[in-house]
């Protein structure tokens, strides 16, 4: 929870969900552990993390599916623990998108206006609504069995979203599908979401997803609250080694301060390698245990430290070697052994059209140069 | 020109080959079955639907002549009626067995937990075990020296036994007894097959536990309802043993007629044409079904 | 809404109960009488095992008994092997007419069984004169239990992996020897759970055994039969135990089978 502060909005928009101390036990496990945190109307909030982290009881929790041990839900400022599913004003959209397979697309987006017992001629027009919302035009006397995997999803989103829900909650909505069709749907999911500006509270494992997705996200790990944040908090600025490596800065040195001074800190990792970093603000120096850096922002240099070309006085130069390249088309994964020590760095070097990288080559002695902005302090 | 005629030559030849290999694997994997088919039961029941329509000496021997007097006799008088009682009996039956059988597997599937293994076990072991034995058991229970009247007569509770035996209710209940855990079971297998998230969905979506079990979960398990209905259903309209034990001569059914005629009387011809009349009713009966809730249903159910 | 929740669990529990009280009772308490020193079997006055030893000095029940369990033998072995032939035929060809000899195949079990033993008498008696006795009551009951052993193997064929089988033949085997080494073991269970359950379908069966028996083949379900008209006896009792008791053991045999094949697949 250490990172429940790093929003500091100067407006202050309406809560639209709350989750305080939230506690849910399974036999053997804490699946959800003392989390805290508020979600405003009309964003596109994520819960992030590896699976069994807890995210998606969490989110059984909010819908009501499963009642916490302890803390309370508040969904547009009003408790909701004691209510079930059917009386909390929110609603689910499922992995499995959870169809009914006896009703079609007509039959199942209408399932819950029936059970709030509006008039026939509402219904139609709100599913008619809502199935235009959601491009499935046509298709209206469908069964689940005769859509696709992405149709289906459409269909299980207007389902929910035609209750006007105070928040919708999306469990991992996009896991089932294709590559390709993950991507249209993000789209459509953003486009659909701004359009009706429902709040949408999304569980994914997939951080490429919910760096696109999302207006903020909480990355989570074994049922704990690890970083909230806007994704280039998330991404640019994670404070722990978790969040650091599951959102791919898979440089991750450690070590400690051994100085500070006129605002300025020297840290030295256990390689050996020292750096002078400029002292953060939001953390206490005897807590800082090492730093990670995203390998798109190292830079390599042919030869070695003797030989540097441009750069500022502070940044990092490591010697290395270079052990394995992988081309990834747009870009080339470098393994770089840092030379004398067990250390091995990942850079990601972009394709261009003006350098030829005759030079990146296995067992060739590099430099890589760390600028003096790439290297983002942790403190666990 | 001819190298083409050449390319369909042996393009033919090849499907000439694939046709033999076809055939003889056809001769060796299931000509046994095929004889069994085609020797015991589709000529056992030409013979019978041949003999249908035949006359029945005095003495039990059979008269070539052909007549319709048999059908007949079924039409009218007091066969049609032991029929249509026999399919009001079945429905019935069916009715019963789902009252009383869905309860007990949706707890099964639902709360049935750790015990579910021990559970199911207690509703197979009566479905596999003997027929006759159990409705020998049954009748120990609510016989006129059974336990049940020993019992009520020992508490002071009535001073004459009471009469079960040989009237509807007892059949009733002896079919019930007897098919039960046919329907227990595919219900069962129908709700297990249930996926979870539906069910959350329908809640999520504003249903009460009450509502979703009639707009989601019942017609969801129709598969399960509809296997179950067959298995219990098409047994019980043909029944034999139930009603001789526990209906006697009062309480008869199609199929006590039919063993009536056979093994009693030895007027086969009658016999015949009763067994045929059963079978026509059952797959008319079969026909509509499947038309109903398509083929799946049943070959899952048997 | 948890406490409503609960009741509703409970009153299910309940009728759960009563359910399984309904169908156990009746076997229960014949199972008690059996040790009754009752001569009546429908009272209790006190315990003995008398009746069990009568059982077995009683001729007619050991004699109705060897010619069960000796039909019995005889059916499971031709029908499994009948059954997991044609299985094999029905999954892995496909010809013209293959649905209607499924259905076929169905007929003996979905006719109810006067028709198929009226049927088979009339047949046996007027056609071909096949002798009414061991001939005649094994053919019937290959003729209907077969069709349990196809529809039990192939099920289980459904659900099986045939790159096995590809990659068998792919490493050199002959498909002989594929079905031998591959294959065959694979089915093992099946074809091991559906002999279990043949077993007792023919050992069990009364109807259609009664209808092609003739005279002087007694089998152990037509001398119950025979003897219930006389009411509840403590030989039947006695039977009836025995049934009911070897029914759970091969339940809890068969579930162990399959529990085997599953792990091994």
């Known amino acids: 929870m250490s990172g429940s502060d790093t929003q500091s909005n100067d407006k202050k928009p309406a809560i639209c969900l709350e989750i305080k101390d939230v506690v849910k036990q399974f036999p053997g496990v804490t699946a959800v552990d003392h989390i805290s945190l508020e979600i405003q109307e009309g964003e596109i909030f994520s819960f992030l993390g590896p699976s069994g982290c807890g995210k998606s009881t969490l989110l059984r929790v909010v819908a009501g599916l499963e009642n916490q041990d302890q803390g309370d839900i508040l969904i547009a400022g009003k408790v909701v623990n004691a209510l079930p599913p059917y009386k909390r004003d929110c609603s689910t959209v499922f992995q499995s998108h959870a169809l009914f397979p006896h009703m079609d697309v007509t039959g199942n987006i209408g399932f819950g206006l029936v059970e709030r017992k509006l008039p026939k001629a509402e219904i139609k027009e709100r599913v008619q609504a809502k199935i235009d919302l959601v491009n499935m035009g046509g298709m209206e006397d469908r069964y689940p069995h005769q859509l696709s995997g992405g149709q289906m999803q459409r269909v299980a989103l207007a389902r929910s979203l035609v209750l006007e829900p105070t928040v919708l909650l999306l469990d991992e909505p996009l896991a089932a599908l294709d590559r390709k069709l993950r991507k249209e749907m993000q789209v459509e999911l953003k486009r659909i979401q701004r359009e009706v500006g429902t709040t949408f509270l999304n569980v994914t494992h997939d951080q490429k997803e919910a760096l696109s997705l999302s207006d903020r996200i909480a990355v989570m790990k074994d049922g704990v609250l690890l970083q909230i944040g806007t994704p280039a908090e998330i991404y640019e600025t994670p404070r722990t080694r978790f969040v650091a490596s599951f959102m791919g800065a898979s440089n991750i040195f450690s070590g400690n301060v051994v100085s500070a001074s006129d605002g300025k800190i020297k840290f030295q990792t256990e390689e050996g390698l020292q750096v002078i970093l400029p002292e953060p603000a939001d953390m206490a120096v005897d807590q800082i245990s090492g730093f990670s850096v995203h390998p798109e922002l190292i830079e390599l240099q042919p030869g070695n430290v003797d030989s540097p070309a441009a750069g500022s006085a502070e940044d990092m130069l490591v010697e290395g070697t270079i052990k394995e390249v992988f081309y990834l088309g747009d870009f080339s994964e470098i393994s770089v052994q840092v030379n004398n020590t067990d250390t091995a760095l990942t850079i990601y070097l972009s394709r261009s059209c003006n350098e030829p990288d005759t030079r990146i080559a296995q067992g060739q002695p590099v430099v890589a140069r760390f600028p003096a902005g790439s290297m983002n302090l942790l403190v666990g | 020109m001819p190298v083409l005629d050449d390319v369909s030559a042996s393009q033919s030849q090849a499907q000439k080959r694939e046709k033999r290999k076809l055939a003889l694997n056809i001769a060796a994997y299931l000509s046994p079955i095929i004889i069994i088919v085609i020797v015991f039961v589709f000529a056992p029941l030409a013979i019978i639907l041949f003999f249908g329509f035949l006359k029945s000496g005095p003495y039990g021997?059979?008269?070539?002549?052909?007549?319709?007097?048999?059908?007949?006799?079924?039409?009218?008088?007091?066969?049609?009626?032991?029929?249509?009682?026999?399919?009001?009996?079945?429905?019935?039956?069916?009715?019963?067995?789902?009252?009383?059988?869905?309860?007990?597997?949706?707890?099964?599937?639902?709360?049935?937990?750790?015990?579910?293994?021990?559970?199911?076990?207690?509703?197979?072991?009566?479905?596999?075990?003997?027929?006759?034995?159990?409705?020998?058991?049954?009748?120990?229970?609510?016989?006129?020296?059974?336990?049940?009247?020993?019992?009520?007569?020992?508490?002071?509770?009535?001073?004459?036994?009471?009469?079960?035996?040989?009237?509807?209710?007892?059949?009733?209940?002896?079919?019930?007894?007897?098919?039960?855990?046919?329907?227990?079971?595919?219900?069962?297998?129908?709700?297990?097959?249930?996926?979870?998230?539906?069910?959350?969905?329908?809640?999520?979506?504003?249903?009460?536990?009450?509502?979703?079990?009639?707009?989601?979960?019942?017609?969801?398990?129709?598969?399960?309802?509809?296997?179950?209905?067959?298995?219990?259903?098409?047994?019980?309209?043909?029944?034999?043993?139930?009603?001789?034990?526990?209906?006697?001569?009062?309480?008869?059914?199609?199929?006590?007629?039919?063993?009536?005629?056979?093994?009693?009387?030895?007027?086969?011809?009658?016999?015949?044409?009763?067994?045929?009349?059963?079978?026509?009713?059952?797959?008319?009966?079969?026909?509509?079904?499947?038309?109903?809730?398509?083929?799946?249903?049943?070959?899952?159910?048997? | 809404m948890k406490k409503k929740k609960r009741i509703a669990q409970k009153i299910l529990w309940v009728l759960s109960i009563l359910t399984l009280i309904f169908l156990w009772a009746p076997m229960i308490l014949i199972m008690v009488y059996s040790f009754s020193n009752s001569k009546y079997g429908s009272s209790w006055e006190g315990f003995t095992l008398k009746w069990y030893a009568k059982l077995f000095t009683n001729d007619q029940v050991r004699d109705a008994l060897m010619r069960s369990l000796i039909i019995a033998g005889v059916t499971v072995v031709i029908a499994t092997l009948i059954g997991t032939m044609t299985a094999y035929g029905l999954f892995k060809l496909n010809f013209k007419g293959k649905q209607f000899l499924r259905t076929s195949i169905l007929l003996p079990i979905v006719f109810p069984s006067v028709v198929t033993g009226g049927a088979l008498l009339v047949f046996f008696t007027r056609l071909v004169h096949i002798p009414l006795g061991y001939p005649s009551i094994i053919i019937a009951h290959i003729v209907f239990c077969s069709p349990l052993a196809v529809f039990i193997i192939l099920g289980r064929m459904q659900r099986f992996d045939w790159s096995w089988e590809e990659a068998a033949l792919d490493l050199g085997a002959t498909p002989f020897r594929t079905f031998l080494r591959v294959t065959g073991p694979q089915l093992l269970p099946a074809i091991m759970a559906s002999a279990m359950l043949i077993f007792p379908w023919s050992f069990d069966d009364f109807v259609i055994t009664y209808f092609v028996s003739g005279v002087g083949s007694t089998t152990l379900p037509i001398y119950v039969f025979s003897q219930l008209r006389f009411g509840a006896t403590p030989v039947i009792n006695t039977i009836g135990t025995l049934f009911v008791s070897i029914t759970m053991l091969g339940m809890v045999l068969v579930y162990f089978v399959q529990k085997m094949g599953k792990s091994s697949t």
């Open chain 2, 61 to 302: 021997q059979i008269i070539y002549t052909f007549t319709f007097e048999n059908v007949i006799a079924m039409m009218g008088g007091g066969y049609g009626k032991v029929f249509l009682r026999s399919v009001y009996l079945a429905f019935q039956t069916n009715f019963l067995c789902i009252l009383f059988g869905y309860p007990i597997a949706y707890y099964i599937a639902r709360f049935g937990g750790k015990r579910k293994i021990l559970w199911i076990f207690m509703i197979i072991v009566p479905s596999w075990s003997s027929y006759l034995i159990r409705l020998y058991a049954l009748k120990t229970l609510v016989g006129t020296k059974g336990t049940i009247n020993t019992l009520l007569i020992n508490l002071g509770l009535v001073s004459e036994p009471i009469q079960i035996l040989y009237t509807n209710f007892a059949v009733t209940m002896a079919l019930v007894f007897a098919w039960l855990p046919f329907m227990i079971l595919p219900i069962y297998a129908a709700l297990e097959g249930l996926d979870r998230s539906v069910l959350e969905a329908a809640t999520d979506l504003g249903a009460t536990p009450f509502r979703r079990f009639f707009r989601v979960t019942l017609p969801l398990t129709r598969g399960g309802l509809l296997a179950g209905s067959i298995l219990v259903f098409i047994p019980t309209v043909g029944e034999w043993l139930v009603p001789s034990i526990f209906g006697g001569s009062k309480i008869m059914m199609a199929g006590s007629l039919v063993a009536h005629k056979f093994t009693q009387v030895g007027n086969i011809p009658q016999g015949s044409s009763l067994a045929i009349m059963l079978a026509a009713t059952l797959v008319l009966i079969l026909y509509l079904t499947i038309k109903w809730g398509g083929r799946e249903a049943l070959e899952k159910a048997l």
